[in-house]
Structures are given as structure tokens and as C-alpha cells.
């Protein structure tokens, strides 16, 4: 396919081209005009699907910026009413279109004229929307939308003071990379200190989640929010007990791994214990890893990092950068977390990040710059809901994306000896955070399966499964306070509930076509570039058969991968 980062706004044929939505009134005549339309021949559900699809986009385009505004200014109180007006006004009066248009599409005559193979997927994703609605979730739907955000809303004023200036939690984490011991323990207790004020209202916050969430799953005839959440996401090609055995193959294959890189970070720092605040931490003379100092010099670095990786991929991100679709420094005020914001109408899509010079914000970048390269590459499909495709490959595309970049590091670091710290960081955040992934996921399976439980027992379960994957080698004592509700960090947990498992799914794909790349980068790079440009039209089997990789978390294959990865570190 020809490769160009030369993305065009899709062409309006159905809405008026200077259309925006102000109110219900003034969108409401498209969705009656697709539902009264008689559709006689194949020709005419075509048109019809295709105009559908420019209304899908224009709608969800419009979501996006109001979120997008909003988590960039939290403290502004018209954006937040601009996200909050959409959620509660237009959101919920679309749903009954939605299911209404959904069965119209299936219950057509000339549907079954399609090319099923193109529209298996797409079908598939219909007949699981229509079985999941029901009239009774489109309030609670609503209120999750709005409720959801309290997560950004509250974490965003989040700050402390060190050295008499203040820093938001994510600027403050550097200073867990300073050689001086006693600084790094005093920020780290001082993060978890903020951290604790908040813990009630984000205890509230999940309780009220977890009882909207259970609802909807009642109304729907569902057991519990697990059922509902596993079909809701479409995750037709794995369920709960493969989740249970990639919890166990991390237990069994990363974890052995993960205490050998922290007995090896011990001897290093010549520590007798070691404490969560040394987990990043160089050896004394060393000074942190630097990549940049400012937003516009990470932005220009990584557009220079990509051009040598392949000049497609960094002439999406000048393509971005010319639209203004980066905000990327922490500051006061700003949502924490970062994203990369797919737009259906614009095709570019916008990278959301707080980065704060950190090695770790080098990683979110080029993380994030994957999933960009991912939305530039389905843009083309003709329809919006092909390019809807599944988390486990939009995860592969920004972790592939992160190891496929090492080589091209020398654009962040001057010294070759930095490049090989960065890529050795880089291979240890990919061994570690396989342990967080199966805590999340195991803590969300427990919460949704035991709905009315207390915060006491949410606080002591919570702890018993990160115990359970907790490296031996690091000393916690005295800290349970912290522990107990560490899980509060995470906003996957109040945001995009169950979207977790995805990233070690993810991560798995990302080394494989790492080990391609090691072996024959322009096939790996080939695959990665096909896989991404299916979009959501196969299923993800198919997708990562096209990026030459086996869909498969075996504790055998885990167990390769790992050993993979070890000797890749053993190298550096």
C-alpha cells in the first residue's frame, strides 16, 4: 500500500460541510433521515452505510474534543460543562437510534449480499451491540460518562512541594530517580501522603462505579459487570479463565525475572534493603537519564527518532505537530495519564501526555506515537466502524512501537553508554509491568464478582493479590498504610474499566515482533505496517497472524518471550 502522512478530513456528503452539533434538535434529522430511508438494492444499504458512517464520525469527532479540552484544562469550568452537556444531553438520546439503526442494518434483505468476509467483523460487532441494549442503561450510561471524569478532576489537583516549589505527582516522580537516598524517600512518602487525602472520595468514587456498572449488567441479564464488560469490549476470541492463566504465567515465568532485576538493582546501589524509592534510582555519581528538557525538544527528538525507524511513521507526527495535536508537559490544572486521541473525521489523531523529562516520558511518547501511527494507517478504510479495531492490537502498536525505536535512542542521548541505560530501563519497564497488569486484572475480576463489598474488604483484597505478585527482593514494611490503597493510582480503574489485561496481551505481540525486527527489521516493519492497516476488519487472530504473530498467552509461550527478553538484557 502506498504510505502517505497526508491525511484529509473525510469529504461530507451526507451533513452539511460547516455542520456542528449545538443541540439534540439540530442532529436529531440525520439519525431519522437513516432510519425512515428505504434501502431496495444493494447500492442503496451501501450509500446508506456510508452516510451512517460520516454521521458516526462527526459525532464521535465531537466527543473527542470536548474530552480533549476538558483533560487539558481541568480547571476550566465551560469545558467541563461542554464534556458534561454532550454526556447528558446528546449521548443517551443517540442510544435508542443506535440499537434502532443496528437491527434496520441486520434485518435487511440486501445485507446478506455484502462481502461477508469484509463485513464478518463488523456484523459481529452489531448483533453483540443489539444483544447488550436495553433502555433501562442509556441513564446510567449517562451518569457513568460524567462520573467517570471526577478520577481526572480529583488527581488533577493533585501537587506537592519540594524544595518550596510545587510539582504535580508525575513532575514529582523524577526526583524518585536522584542519587540522594533520603530526597528520594521524603518524595515518595510525600507523593503517598497526597495521595492519602484523596482516598475516601476515590473509595466513593469506585463504590458508586462499581454499583451503576452492576446495575447495567442486571438490567441486561447479565450475572455480573464481568460478563457484561468481557461482551461489551468484544472479546470474542478469549475469555476469563485465559485471563487466569496469563495471572499464572506471570507468576510462574516473569516473576523469577523480576527478582533477579532487582537483586541486581540492590548490589548495584550496594543497598542491604531495598525500598519501593530505589526501584529507579542509579548508583551515586550517576546522574538521572535525561532525554529532554522541554516538550518542543522531546516533540522535534522523537519526529527524528521515527524518520530514522521509517519516515512514514515521523511524517505522522510533523503531520500532528502542523495541527497543533500535541499537548504534552505536565502542569497544574491538567488531567494526569496520557492518550492518543483517534479523530474519525480528521484522521489525525491528538497525542495527550504529561511529560516531566523523564526517561519514562521518552517510553510515552513513542508509546503514543504508536497508536498514532495505527490511526493514520486505518484511516483509509471506508467505513468508521472498520476502523473501530480491538485493544489487544492497538496496545501491540504502541509497544512494538517502544521497542522497535531503541535502536534509534542515539537521537535522545549524546553518550552510548545512556543509550544502552535507556534500552536496558526500557527491557526492565517491559518485564515489571507484567506483574501491575496481572494485579489490576485480577483486583478488577474480584471487585465486579463481589459487588456489595466493603472498602475494608476491598482494602484487604486488594493487598492479598498485590502481595501475590509483589518482588521478594524489595522491602515494603511499614508502608501497608500506602499499599492498601495503591490501586487508587490507577485510571483504568475509574475511566475504562477492564482495559488493562489488554497491554500484557499487548506486550506479548510487541516482543514477538520485536524478535522479528532483531532478526529482519524491514519484514517486521512490513507486518506491523499490514497488521495496522486492517483495522478492526479481521478478527484479532487474523490480526496478528498478519503481523506474524501467534495470538496465543500461554504460561510455554509466556515462557519463551521471557527468556527472549532476558538475553536481549544479558547482552546490554
Sequence with gaps: MLLSADIQKLERNFLPKDFTITTWENLEPYFKNLLAREINNKAALELWLKDMSELEAVVSEDACWRQIKMTCDTTDKKLEEAFTFFCLEIQ?????????????????????????????????????????????????????????????????????????????????????????????????????????????????????????????????????YVDYRFKELGRFDYGKEDCFNFHEAVKQHVMPLINKIYKNKKEKLQLTTLKPWDTEAEPKGTKPLKPFTTGKELLEK???????????????????????????????????????????????????????????????????????????????????????????????????????????????????????????????????????????????????????????????????????FSADEIDFSGLENYRATAWQKQLHLFEVPFYYIEYGIAQLGAIGLWMQYQQNPQQALNNYINALSLGGTKTLPELYKAAGLQFNFSPAYIKTLMEFVSEEMNKL
Excluded at 542521548?413 to 485480577?442: C, G, S, Y
Aim: charged share 20%; glycine share 4%.
Design 92 to 224: 443517551p438520546k443517540l442510544q435508542p437510534y443506535a440499537d434502532a439503526l443496528n437491527k434496520k442494518f441486520l434485518n435487511n434483505a440486501f445485507t446478506k449480499e455484502l462481502d461477508q468476509a469484509t463485513y464478518f467483523t463488523y456484523l459481529r460487532n452489531v448483533e453483540k451491540n443489539i444483544s447488550l441494549f436495553n433502555e433501562a442503561n442509556i441513564p446510567i450510561q449517562s451518569e457513568l460518562s460524567v462520573m467517570q471524569q471526577q478520577f481526572g478532576a480529583i488527581s488533577g489537583k493533585m501537587t506537592v512541594e519540594i524544595n518550596g516549589k510545587e510539582y504535580t505527582l508525575q513532575q514529582a516522580a523524577k526526583f524518585l530517580e536522584n542519587e540522594d537516598r533520603s530526597l528520594r524517600e521524603l518524595v515518595y512518602k510525600k507523593i503517598n501522603e497526597r495521595r492519602l487525602q484523596d482516598v475516601d472520595s476515590l473509595n466513593n468514587l469506585l463504590t458508586q462505579l462499581i454499583e451503576k456498572r452492576h446495575a447495567m449488567a442486571l438490567n441486561s441479564g447479565l450475572t455480573n
Design 302 to 468: 522523537s519526529i527524528a527518532c521515527f524518520n530514522n525507524l521509517h519516515p512514514f511513521f515521523a511524517a505522522c507526527l510533523e503531520k500532528m505537530n502542523t495541527l497543533q495535536h500535541f499537548d504534552v508537559e505536565s502542569r497544574v490544572g491538567k488531567a494526569p495519564g496520557g492518550y492518543n486521541c483517534p479523530l474519525a473525521e480528521s484522521g489525525a489523531p491528538f497525542i495527550f501526555m504529561n511529560a516531566a523529562g523523564q526517561m519514562s516520558d521518552l517510553t510515552t511518547m513513542v508509546h503514543e506515537g504508536g497508536h498514532a501511527i495505527h490511526s493514520f494507517l486505518s484511516h483509509h478504510l471506508p467505513l468508521t466502524a472498520f476502523k473501530e479495531y480491538p485493544m489487544e492490537i492497538a496496545e501491540v502498536a504502541s509497544m512494538a512501537m517502544e521497542l522497535f525505536s531503541m535502536n534509534h535512542w542515539h537521537t535522545f542521548f549524546n553518550d552510548e553508554a545512556d543509550v544502552k541505560r535507556a534500552k536496558l530501563h526500557q527491557l526492565e519497564r517491559v518485564m515489571t509491568i507484567f506483574p501491575w497488569i496481572a494485579v489490576i486484572d485480577k483486583f478488577q475480576h474480584w471487585v465486579y464478582e463481589n459487588p456489595t463489598h466493603t472498602t475494608e474488604e476491598r482494602a484487604k483484597n486488594w493487598l492479598t493479590i498485590l502481595n501475590e
